[in-house]
């Protein structure tokens, strides 16, 4: 049975790995998801998932439409994946 296959929406300001604001992912789990991802544009993770293999705090994940950040979370066949940076500043 093939993995499946999610739409993952980038944010611009990780786009200079990607080329593109929407890229195709392989994986059944978030983790899966973003280790494919990795795996052809390398970097990516890092700037996604910290050292303590943890999502960064300024980092948004939605998989579904729901929030999450839990890396275990189900991946289904076509959804859609949204990470988003959070804007800091003050």
């Known amino acids: 049975m093939a993995e499946p296959r999610s739409r993952v929406h980038v944010p611009t300001l990780l786009q200079s790995y990607t080329k593109a604001a929407e890229v195709e992912g ?4 978030l983790d899966g998801v973003l280790r ?4 052809r544009f390398p970097g ?5 998932i ?5 999502l ?5 994940v939605f ?3 729901a929030d ?3 890396l275990t979370t189900a991946v289904r066949d076509g959804d ?9 500043g003050g």
């Open 80 to 88: 859609d994946v949204h990470i988003i940076g959070a804007l800091s």
């Open 36 to 39: 494919d991802l990795d795996a």
């Open 50 to 54: 910290d050292e303590q293999d943890r």
């Open 63 to 65: 998989v579904r439409n």
């Open 56 to 60: 960064r705090r300024h980092m948004r």
């Open 26 to 29: 392989k994986g059944a789990t």
């Open 68 to 70: 999450t950040r839990d």
């Open 44 to 48: 990516l993770r890092f700037r996604i």
